[in-house]
């Protein structure tokens, strides 16, 4: 079964600045399609970016980029500078060609004005 | 256009009792999800439909768990016999097909078993 492990519990960034989240999984398959979610607290999942597999470049959606490097299973968002709305928990996500679609246990990211 | 809805919101039973959770998915996207999500963790799947049939059902924990869709739209999730354990936030998504699509989320139902 494919996991998606998040292994950041939470994280900090200044306004204006530039902050990591990291995500790793693991699965068998070589096509399926990853996912970053933004959940604030209305509770509402929003789609930041999404990537797939099959596509060797990273992709960018403005302030928001990943470094999918597919060899280690790993795909990190980037989000350049930092505003106050980015504060949210945010999931990585796995979805297999089959529809099988896996979170991780989210990153709570808080900006600092 | 208008997004994926849900309702109720909240809702709180006493355990024991059975409780329906809808999803109003977008129109016309024939995909619809659910999703578990206890507090503080991540997004448990529980059940997709493609159309009016759920070929996959792996994810319900348990038997006291069903969930149907009627007419390529509308999808209910039912829970019998609620444990204190069942409560959590439902969501509901949607996509326009299976496989690549980007699910679109709904807000929500925050179910709490007394």
């Known amino acids: 079964a494919q996991t998606v492990t998040q292994s950041q519990p939470e994280m900090s960034v200044q306004e204006a600045e530039t902050v990591t989240l990291s995500c790793t999984y693991d699965?068998?398959?070589?096509?399926?399609?990853l996912f970053w979610y933004k959940q604030p607290p209305s509770r509402q999942m929003i789609l930041v970016i999404r990537q797939e597999a099959y596509k060797q470049q990273n992709a960018t959606e403005n302030r928001f980029s990943v470094n999918f490097q597919k060899a280690a299973k790993s795909f990190s968002l980037k989000i350049s500078d930092s505003q106050l709305g980015d504060a949210a928990m945010y999931f990585c996500?796995?979805?297999?060609?089959?529809?099988?679609?896996?979170f991780g246990a989210g990153t709570r990211l808080t900006v600092k004005p | 256009g208008a997004g994926v809805s849900q309702s109720p919101s909240n809702k709180v039973t006493e355990k024991g009792k059975d409780v329906e959770l809808r999803c109003d998915p977008i129109?016309?996207?024939?995909?619809l999800y659910w999703y578990r999500q206890s507090l503080g963790q991540g997004l448990e799947f529980l059940i997709y439909?493609?159309?009016?049939?759920?070929?996959?059902k792996s994810g319900l924990p348990s038997d006291r768990f069903s969930a149907e869709r009627t007419g390529g739209s509308v999808s209910t999730l039912t829970i019998q016999r609620t444990q204190q354990e069942d409560s959590a936030v439902y969501l509901c998504?949607?996509?326009?097909?299976?496989?690549?699509?980007?699910?679109?989320f709904g807000p929500g139902t925050r179910l709490t078993v007394l």
């Open positions: 129109s016309g996207h024939t995909a």
């Open positions: 996500a796995y979805r297999s060609k089959d529809n099988d679609m896996r």
């Open positions: 439909f493609q159309g009016n049939s759920a070929p996959d």
């Open positions: 998504a949607s996509s326009q097909n299976s496989g690549p699509d980007t699910q679109y």
């Open positions: 699965t068998s398959e070589s096509d399926y399609y």
